[in-house]
């Protein structure tokens, strides 16, 4: 995705976004409320070299099924470019069209919706080859219809021909939806989630036989899973996804034995393993994936990230900045006031205040006691290491809180609780053998000293 | 201490021309108190429909053909006053229960097994996400269910308990207040995780309770789990597909397949000691994250069809280990311990050793070494059969 090689990739991706404007109504409409576009994909670039499998990982709703569809111009690009083969995509001939529609293929996710319920096998199988003109009889179609069916282990084919999908089993249409993408001779293939409907059993099975076919048919892939093992499996290279930008790629081994974005490293923590037993570490990050159509600024991670950098004159520990940030972002979001506490500290309720706002909603193993004894409704001051300047603010905030003034509180905190992450957004540097879209890497890395993710750029 | 004995049990649904699927097929198995059980398999397996009949919550052509569901507690009416059953209800044989008080869930009668559900057993159904009714307040629903099955309770307290339950489970009690809309896909899990323990039951049954969730919050919600096991000391029966998801949460489980218990006992032994055919074929066929150049076999064939189906082991049409016994009828479940030791075929009189459901469990050692090959699970080897 680097381009380590001098071969000339055959697609490349240049700052690509895509937005989806949503509707109106009518409120809006009178009101004069500007539309608030989702950011399905926002600003990535990568480069998929000939012969490759790249792998798109991500959680729901990070971009990842339409970043494949741009590929394949199911969708147009709002802004960036796409060039297959040299040429852009946005801007074909009719003849170059068709021969592009020829030559990039989509495998989708749910073979149960994606046949045609009224069409057999050889009909479904078929049809690409009439309208791309590719057989001039119909016994050469079906001689090559035969063929393909054979290859994706279908066969012998004769049995399948005339079958309907609702005679077959998920694997078979699977399989049948495979053959359909192959039989046009393809040379990219876009695959969305090509198993996550499959039994495990026959996972293995259609997963071996796109491992075959690709030496066989000299194909490339981009193979999108939410499903990191099956991502490991299958890719020499990969790119993590979050909120619709790309903030980690390079060779999938690497990513995932030694995840350099914070949030490649939560990603992996979370996954449940077989082998790992009861000592697996568990996911340190804060809450749930934000809403796309307003995503948080700069680094889009950095409200969740355990390892947010603190500003250059912070003298406290970097967990009691992670902790000031927190508070900061609960009075953004009107989540705390007077009435998020229970009240029982009647001699301090400022401090009460604070002391919750300082939670952090991480796993147990990341907790300070007092957040356990109290069941995260608390923590001991005492045990937050927070600069005098910082401590000043926060419990100016809570007091502006509890007299109901919450723009107040948001400008005791503001120019003491500030980070890079949050205002201006990574642009792509090197770590090792990747490209990482984090602040913690490269010349901003210098006050990252005591995060958890070692400030190493290179090692390789 | 056994909770939930579960004994022969089988489920079918009847289809229009007089046959039935088989869905479940004398299966047994034993609950511990506070203890973690899963059940795992792939789609049609048998396994959402075996816990749902537990508590009769099967779709309208479902019944329970024959076995019983032994439960360590009974109907409230049936109780005396330190919650045990009666000695005149034991004695009288028109009643589900047995000398050690135990009550068959099985034959008790719709509106019987109301006041199980719920009180004794709750059910964190399979798309949880969507088990909230949208035109309440989710505080209200959970108070709903309180003062359902515990009327005598006050309005007043019901609710307090509802928001407790909340923070419990890490939302801010104020969001009771909120519909199901304005919750995260994370919070509306934990509420229904929170509405599930209303009424403070022994048993939990947990359907796929991760699986439309993404792998960070998945993380959290297992994490949940295993605290509330700890502070509640609830037994949780955990149906899944998932086996990683599995092997991380449970302390014995079971593994289903066309409606049989192919294999069951501890965990651990269930991963480290396989000893079934379909278990060790399973194993092979999923991917894991920490293992780089793995080589991933399947199995070959496709699941059988459960309607009226032939005699013989429900695997030996996918199975390379098949002998001509497997033909004749499905293996019953074997000690493996016993065949270890001794190479001999006992079944196992004990529900929770470790069990297996293969002719073929004497000669382990060699099945082991085959399935790791993959020329062993090629078509070929099993169409000659």
């Given amino acids: 995705m680097d381009g380590t090689d001098d071969r000339e990739p055959l697609v490349e991706v240049e700052n690509v976004r895509k937005l989806f404007d949503l509707s109106q109504g009518i409120v809006d409409t009178v009101l004069g409320r500007e539309p608030q576009p989702v950011r399905a994909v926002d600003g990535v670039s990568f480069e998929i070299q000939r012969g490759d499998t790249i792998g798109i990982a991500g959680e729901s709703g990070c971009g990842k099924t339409t970043l494949g569809k741009l590929l394949v111009k199911l969708y147009e690009p709002t802004e960036g470019t796409i060039r297959f083969d040299g040429r852009e995509i946005t801007d074909l001939t009719n003849e170059e069209e068709r021969e592009f529609r020829q030559r990039v293929q989509m495998i989708f996710q749910d073979p149960f919706e994606s046949l045609n319920p009224r069409m057999t096998v050889f009909n479904t199988v078929e049809e690409p080859l009439k309208i791309n003109d590719m057989a001039d009889s119909y016994d050469e179609r079906r001689r090559r219809v035969k063929e393909v069916l054979e290859d994706v282990g279908l066969g012998p084919a004769d049995v399948y021909l005339d079958a309907f999908p609702d005679e077959l089993s998920g694997g078979e249409r699977q399989r049948v939806a495979i053959a359909r993408a192959l039989v046009v001779d393809p040379d990219f293939v876009v695959c969305d989630e090509p198993v996550s409907m499959l039994d495990v059993s026959i996972r293995a099975g259609v997963l071996n036989l796109m491992k075959r076919l690709q030496d066989e048919y000299g194909l490339t892939y981009l193979f999108i899973s939410h499903d990191l093992s099956l991502i490991r499996y299958m890719c020499g290279r990969a790119g993590i996804m979050y909120l619709g930008n790309m903030i980690e790629k390079g060779p999938t081994d690497d990513i995932i034995t030694d995840p350099k974005h914070p949030y490649s490293e939560a990603l992996f923590d979370a996954v449940p393993d077989v082998a790992l037993g009861d000592e697996r570490r568990r996911a340190n990050a804060t809450g749930e994936v934000p809403s796309p159509r307003n995503p948080p600024s700069g680094c889009r991670y950095h409200p969740r990230c355990a390892h947010v950098i603190p500003p250059d004159d912070w003298t406290g520990s970097q967990d009691a900045f992670r902790r000031a940030l927190q508070f900061k972002l609960k009075v953004e979001r009107s989540d705390i006031g007077p009435e998020t506490v229970d009240g029982s500290d009647t001699s301090d309720p400022t401090r009460e205040l604070v002391e919750h706002g300082l939670t952090l909603d991480v796993p147990e193993e990341y907790r300070s006691e007092t957040e356990m004894e109290t069941g995260g409704s608390r923590v001991d001051l005492t045990a937050v290491d927070l600069p005098s300047d910082a401590r000043e603010a926060l419990f100016d905030a809570a007091e502006a809180l509890n007299g109901g003034d919450r723009d107040a509180a948001l400008g005791a905190l503001d120019g003491v609780v500030t980070t890079v992450c949050e205002r201006e957004y990574p642009e792509p540097r090197t770590a090792g053998s990747r490209s990482v879209e984090c602040h913690l890497y490269g010349d901003d890395a210098t006050s990252a000293t005591d995060s958890g993710v070692a400030a190493a750029p290179t090692e390789d | ?385």
């Avoid at chain 2, 229904?192 to 998945?218: F, G, R, W």
């Avoid at chain 2, 064939?301 to 497997?326: H, K, N, Q, S, V």
């Avoid at chain 2, 001794?342 to 004990?350: F, H, N, P, Q, S």
Wanted: hydrophobic content about 35%; charged content about 30%; some cysteine.
């Fill in chain 2, 1 to 385: 201490m056994t909770l939930l004995e579960v004994e022969d049990l089988s489920v079918r649904y009847a289809v229009d021309d007089d046959s039935a699927v088989h869905a479940v097929d004398h299966v047994s198995f034993d609950v511990e108190a506070g203890e973690t059980y899963g059940l795992v398999g792939e789609s049609g397996c048998g396994k959402t429909t075996l816990a749902k009949s537990l508590i009769h919550l099967l779709d309208s052509n479902g019944y329970v053909e024959s076995g019983h569901v032994w439960y360590d507690g009974t109907l409230p009416a049936w109780e005396d006053d330190h919650g045990e059953a009666k000695q005149a209800v034991i004695d009288d044989p028109d009643k589900p229960v047995r000398g050690d008080g135990k009550t068959d869930l099985a034959a008790l009668s719709n509106s019987q097994i109301r006041d199980v559900r719920w009180r004794d057993i709750a059910l964190i159904p399979q798309s949880a996400m969507n088990a909230l009714n949208p035109v309440y307040k989710v505080g209200d629903q959970i108070t709903e269910a309180i003062l359902r099955h515990e009327p005598e309770t006050p309005k007043q307290e019901a609710d307090d308990r509802a928001r407790d339950l909340l923070e419990r489970v890490g939302i801010e009690p104020e969001r009771a207040d909120d519909y199901a809309h304005q919750f995260s896909g994370g919070m509306k899990q934990r509420a229904v995780i929170a509405m599930a323990m209303a009424c403070n039951p022994d048993m939990l049954i947990a359907d796929e309770p991760t699986t439309a969730l993404d792998v960070i919050i998945q993380d959290r919600i297992l994490e949940e789990l295993e605290a509330i096991q700890e502070e509640f000391g609830v037994s949780i029966l955990v149906i899944s597909h998932d086996i990683s998801v599995m092997a991380e949460i449970c302390d014995r489980m079971a593994v289903m397949y066309g409606g049989k218990i192919m294999e069951s006992g501890r965990t651990r032994d269930i991963f480290e000691e396989t000893s079934n055919p379909y278990t060790l074929g399973l194993k092979n066929s999923f991917p894991t994250i920490t293992e780089a150049d793995q080589e991933l076999v399947s199995i070959p064939g496709t699941p059988p069809t459960l309607r009226d189906p032939e005699e013989g082991c429900r695997f030996r049409a996918r199975c390379p280990f098949a002998i001509e016994e497997c033909h004749s009828s499905h293996p019953p479940m074997y000690d493996v311990e016993e065949a270890i030791e001794t190479g001999r075929l006992v079944e196992a009189a004990d529900q929770r050793a470790h069990r297996s459901a293969c002719y073929r469990v004497d000669e382990l050692d060699t099945i082991r070494t085959q399935a790791t090959k993959e020329e062993t699970w090629t078509e070929q080897t099993i169409e000659s059969r």
